[in-house]
């Protein structure tokens, strides 16, 4: 895997403000993903089985946490942020591992796998979206967010943001067309984010910006899937 992260990235997710953001927007979208498509699962008032892969510091399963009824599992290869993830996250289940070996019963399935910020660092990302979809139970969704590849090529030469040794970032064709080839099936594909370090009323405009055909304008792209 490119652009292991470290401690200091964890201490920028407390300072920085671009950090921050993108942090909070992430979760923003993951957790409109699962209340628009897993509405089922907690009709059963039952936990939602969560993975993380690349859960980095754990934040994100902490906030997920706070708002939503989960059992969650994390895997972070970095040891800095494995060891942060286990302190963020008491009730969880945090694996140092790379996310290429992750091995799983036959048995285990998930009803949330989260890959964000994670397929632009993998030199083979059709090898982890062939375990994303063994490990999805039915019905189980997965939400993916990379990095827009143009806007993040202007943000890194303007000093905005330090250079994280992306293998490859794929545009929405080929993210969806990364899901197709492993059996799974798109029900979202978007840009999103028209600010990288957080805009007032951000998520309004990015509304108008996509009526206006101007979606082109953000700085990130996200895939939710389905088996």
């Not at 290429?100 to 632009?120: H, M, P, Q, R, Y």
């Not at 330090?162 to 099936?185: F, M, R, V, Y």
Request: proline share 4%; hydrophobic share 40%; aromatic share 8%.
């Amino acid at each position: 895997m490119d652009g292991l992260l470290n401690k200091d990235y964890a201490e920028g997710r407390k300072k920085k403000r671009s950090l921050k953001y993108r942090l909070w927007r992430r979760g923003y979208e993951v957790s409109k993903a699962i209340k628009l498509y897993t509405k089922e699962r907690f009709d059963t008032n039952k936990p939602l089985k969560v993975l993380d892969l690349g859960c980095a510091d754990g934040l994100m399963i902490k906030n997920l946490s706070k708002e939503f009824k989960i059992s969650a599992t994390g895997i972070e290869l970095s040891k800095d942020l494995y060891e942060r993830a286990v302190v963020n996250c008491p009730d969880a289940v945090i694996i140092n591992s790379d996310i290429n070996e992750i091995n799983f019963s036959e048995d285990e399935k998930f009803d949330l796998i989260i890959c964000t910020a994670v397929l632009e660092h993998l030199e083979n990302p059709s090898k982890v979206v062939s375990k994303i979809f063994n490990l999805l139970s039915i019905n189980g969704i997965t939400v993916w967010t990379v990095p827009d590849p143009f806007w993040e090529k202007i943000a890194t030469l303007v000093g905005h943001l330090d250079d994280e040794q992306h293998h490859h970032i794929p545009n929405i064709k080929e993210l969806k067309k990364l899901a197709n080839s492993n059996n799974l099936k798109v029900i979202e594909a978007k840009k999103f984010m028209f600010s990288p370090i957080g805009f007032p009323l951000e998520v309004k405009i990015e509304k108008i910006l996509i009526k206006l055909r101007l979606s082109a304008l953000m700085a990130n792209q996200l895939l939710i899937a389905k088996k």
